[in-house]
């Protein structure tokens, strides 16, 4: 059975960090891009990071450059993400998914290439 499974939401102000965590199952983990997508509420999914699952290369959306890192530990099929100089504009609900097709998904932010889906977890950054 394919898994994902997100961690590491939560409550925090304005100017914090957060660490995510996804840690995959099911599975071939190298042959998968792994992304990071978040959704706040009336809004549409947004693309935030992604990594390859062989080689760790990255992406970046341009809300994300700078401030968050996203890394791979592929002895655990996990994915972590973590995020500094949080901004109330952060807030969402942060879901991991997976693909097979590659980069190109994850570098045009579209969730409808992906195959497989956390359920989300939620973080919500404080003024």
């Known amino acids: 059975e394919v898994q994902l499974e997100e961690s590491g939401g939560g409550l925090v102000q304005a100017g914090g960090s957060l660490k995510l965590s996804c840690a995959a199952s099911?599975?071939?983990?190298?042959?998968?891009?792994i992304m990071w997508f978040r959704q706040a509420p009336g809004k549409a999914r947004e693309g935030v990071s992604c990594?390859?699952?062989?080689?760790?290369?990255?992406h970046y959306s341009d809300s994300a450059k700078g401030r968050f890192t996203i890394s791979s530990d592929r002895a655990k099929s996990t994915v972590h993400l973590q995020m500094n100089s949080l901004k109330p504009e952060d807030s969402a609900t942060y879901y991991c998914a997976a693909t097979e097709k590659g980069f190109y998904y994850c570098e045009r932010g579209l969730a409808y290439g992906m195959d497989y889906w956390g359920k989300g977890t939620l973080v919500t950054v404080s003024a």
């Open positions: 990594i390859s699952g062989s080689d760790s290369v990255t």
């Open positions: 099911g599975f071939a983990f190298e042959n998968y891009v």
